[in-house]
Nanobody
Framework: EVQLVESGGGLVQAGGSLRLSCAAS????????IGWFRQAPGKEREGVSC????????YYADSVKGRFTISSDNAKNTVYLQMNSLKPEDTAVYYC????????????????????WGQGTQVTVSS
């Protein structure tokens, strides 16, 4: 069974840090794009970051550049999102998603590109 399981969410004060994990099972990260997305209450889901498991290319939304770092441990089939200098506007449910064939992805932060999704983890940043 193909599964993506996020963990690491929680409540943190503004300026704090969290590290999210996305563990995959049922498939290997040989050639996948793994993305992180988030959805705040009343808002559409937006792409946050993406990494290619084949060449390590990374992409970030402008709103998180310089604060968030995505990384991949292919041996553990796990992708991480290190989030620093968190702001209240980062509050959202964070989802990881995957699609095979990272070289074919045209819009790395476009959710329509991805066909495997996790259940999400809540991140709440208090002011």
């Amino acid at each position: 069974e193909v599964q993506l399981v996020e963990s690491g969410g929680g409540l943190v004060q503004a300026g704090g840090s969290l590290r999210l994990s996305c563990a995959a099972s049922g498939f290997t990260f040989d050639d996948y794009a793994i993305g992180w997305f988030r959805q705040a209450p009343g808002k559409e889901r937006e792409g946050v970051s993406c990494i290619s498991s084949s060449d390590g290319s990374t992409y970030y939304a402008d709103s998180v550049k310089g604060r968030f770092t995505i990384s991949s441990d292919n041996a553990k089939n796990t992708v991480y999102l290190q989030m620093n200098s968190l702001k209240p506007e980062d509050t959202a449910v964070y989802y990881c998603a995957a699609v095979e064939g990272s070289s074919t992805v045209v819009a790395p932060l476009g959710e329509y590109e991805y066909d495997r999704w996790g259940q999400g983890t809540q991140v709440t940043v208090s002011s």
